[in-house]
């Protein structure tokens, strides 16, 4: 058995655990990262690719957003289509110049790696059986098991961005943890296609046939989704059968610009709605995913996520730095009122954008009468807006 001793141990190498991990090497701290899945496992995942103000800003803060801004797709506003036509909302406007980048999470993910191995600094790929042990007292543990022998990491604290179906959350103590969550009867169905985009911009489609929303990844590489039951497995759905029913719930001009061609990569990704309160747990603390999950029509998933890891990371710099345990123990708190904020917006987007066959006619007539009035209220695309291109890290202070 070898132990190692660092000052943070981050459970999970994917964009938060990467994040948090290179935001504390700049101030000096020192964290190893244990990842389950192999580093190619963790680039093969492809996930949404609209980031906020905030989350370009830290990644700017670690040090890692060149490329970004040298490859990323600026974004001032986003098309509704209801009713067969499409109308813009523009963001840049109503929100005194805020706008949103189209950069893969994937791409996200990718700097980050890179820059973490450039400075060679530890990360555990492919660690299998990991633990956490004793966060409840000021000498918690991580352990795993690679090779075929165990490894004990000994740290000041520990934070879970491990996902949902990680073991940090997993090892909270039952009573003290309470989940909260809410399943959608259906899910997107994602095809990734080398096709230039049908539109510059992104496009929210409420139809009769169900949501769909085209988006994008550069000039020449697609993302577009479908709502589709929950029942539906991604065999049954051929690339021409996606295409056409794509087709189906566009405008006449969407239509009429859509380039089709093989999927590069096709998936069915469920809906819900879940948090964690609290997110810290004595010296173990949850970020991004393993606290909660949106569902991804707003875009708020990795942005949520990269603000826990600047609150988080805020926080140890100021325990090592100043002495002082304040961030630590409001950490939670200023997390859940953003992350309940962002919940209830994708909630409600996600409701709006979506069709519920049991609603029936009226409620399809509801949805129509909200959209009609969020384009031609100023206050309601406003708000809209606001909510879409994120709140500033210091909400609420």
């Given at each position: 058995m070898s132990t190692t001793r660092t000052q943070v141990a981050i459970v999970g190498a994917g964009p938060s655990g990467l994040l948090l991990g290179q935001l504390l090497f700049k101030a000096g701290i020192d964290a190893i990262l244990i990842e389950r899945q192999s580093g190619d496992y963790v680039l093969s995942r492809i996930r949404a690719g609209v980031l906020e103000?905030?989350?370009?800003?830290?990644?700017?803060e670690a040090g890692v957003g060149q490329r970004m801004h040298k490859e990323g797709l600026v974004h001032t506003g986003f098309d509704l289509l209801f009713k067969g036509a499409r109308h813009r909302v523009d963001m840049d406007k109503l929100t005194g110049g805020k706008k949103v980048i189209v950069y893969g999470q994937t791409e996200v993910t990718r700097d980050l790696m890179d820059t973490r191995q450039a400075e060679g600094l530890p990360t555990v790929y492919e660690a299998n059986n990991v633990q956490v042990h004793d966060f409840g007292s000021q000498k918690p543990r991580v352990t795993y098991e690679k090779n075929g022998q165990l490894h004990t990491i000994e740290c000041d604290f520990i934070a879970g961005c491990d996902g949902f179906h990680g073991v940090c959350r997993a090892s909270a103590p039952k009573s003290a943890i309470q989940e909260y969550e809410k399943v959608y009867p259906f899910g997107w169905l994602g095809v990734l296609s080398d096709t230039p985009p049908v539109h510059h911009e992104l496009i929210y489609a409420n139809s009769t046939r169900g949501f769909a929303l085209c988006s994008q990844r550069s000039a020449t590489r697609s993302r577009y989704y479908l709502q589709v039951p929950t029942t539906d497995k991604v065999e049954q759905w051929s690339d021409d059968a996606f295409w056409a029913e794509l087709r189906h719930r566009l405008d006449p001009e969407a239509r009429a610009h859509l380039v089709t061609g093989p999927s590069i990569e096709k998936s069915i990704a469920p809906l819900r709605s879940f948090v964690t309160e609290p997110m810290r747990f004595g010296r173990m603390?949850?970020?991004?995913?393993?606290?909660?999950?949106?569902?991804?029509?707003?875009?708020?998933?990795?942005?949520?996520?990269?603000?826990?890891?600047?609150?988080?990371?805020?926080?140890?710099?100021?325990?090592?730095?100043?002495?002082?345990?304040?961030?630590?123990?409001?950490?939670?708190?200023?997390?859940?009122?953003?992350?309940?904020?962002?919940?209830?917006?994708?909630?409600?987007?996600?409701?709006?954008?979506?069709?519920?066959?049991?609603?029936?006619?009226?409620?399809?007539?509801?949805?129509?009468?909200?959209?009609?009035?969020?384009?031609?209220?100023?206050?309601?695309?406003?708000?809209?807006?606001?909510?879409?291109?994120?709140?500033?890290?210091?909400?609420?202070?």
């Open positions: 103000q905030v989350t370009m800003d830290l990644l700017d603390f949850l970020a991004g995913d393993a606290a909660h999950i949106v569902p991804p029509t707003g875009a708020k998933g990795l942005n949520l996520a990269a603000t826990d890891v600047k609150y988080l990371s805020t926080a140890i710099i100021e325990f090592y730095a100043d002495k002082t345990d304040a961030g630590i123990d409001a950490y939670s708190e200023r997390c859940l009122r953003r992350v309940w904020r962002a919940e209830r917006f994708s909630w409600w987007f996600t409701s709006l954008m979506h069709h519920f066959p049991e609603n029936g006619d009226m409620g399809q007539k509801f949805q129509d009468a909200e959209l009609d009035y969020l384009i031609h209220s100023e206050a309601g695309s406003r708000t809209m807006a606001e909510n879409y291109v994120g709140l500033p890290l210091n909400f609420g202070e």
